[in-house]
């Protein structure tokens, strides 16, 4: 019961947490059975509303101890508002060289946050589409909980 609760007052952290000049955030839960399905692609819906202002864009990445990888390689296509679709592959790092996690713990499962691209300018203003896959070579990718998109203004637009 006590993991239960610990569980879930992790979980209302890591997707509440706002912190200043963040300008989106979203999580989403993968499979209640720890893993995540390559057919299984998920998809976010970033609004931009000013393509003057200068971002870092990141993903968040949740997973249980025994998270077998260093990494995890994932593929992110972005659709603007007119229909430009462009993809690139993501090396995210999971564990040091010596074995150990990274990110924030809690219990048995760590959340982190990977910058994928700083000093983001875009080139349009409406509803940005990301489409996030793995391309691990295991399928499906055991201990992966959950994926997300965070968007914050550059410390450039300031």
């Not at 993501?90 to 990110?103: A, P, Q, S, V």
């Not at 203003?125 to 992966?144: K, N, Q, R």
Request: aromatic content about 10%; proline content about 4%; charged content about 30%.
């Amino acid at each position: 019961m006590k993991k239960t609760l610990s569980l879930i007052l992790l979980t209302c952290l890591f997707f509440s947490c706002q912190q200043e000049g963040r300008v989106y955030v979203q999580h989403q839960d993968l499979s209640p059975n720890v893993e995540w399905l390559r057919k299984d692609v998920r998809e976010f819906k970033v609004p931009i509303e000013n393509k003057d202002i200068v971002y870092n864009l990141s993903l968040s990445f949740r997973y249980a101890t025994g998270y077998q990888y260093q990494i995890a390689r994932l593929k992110v296509t972005e659709i603007s508002p007119s229909g430009k679709e462009t993809s690139k592959n993501h090396e995210l790092k999971i564990r040091k060289d010596n074995g150990d996690y990274i990110g924030d713990p809690g219990y048995d499962i760590w959340d982190s946050e990977h910058m994928i691209e700083a000093d983001k300018k875009y080139e349009e203003t409406g509803t940005y589409t990301y489409l996030i896959e793995h391309i691990m070579p295991s399928d499906p990718l055991h201990f992966a909980m959950a994926v997300g998109v965070i968007l914050d203004k550059s410390n450039l637009d300031e």
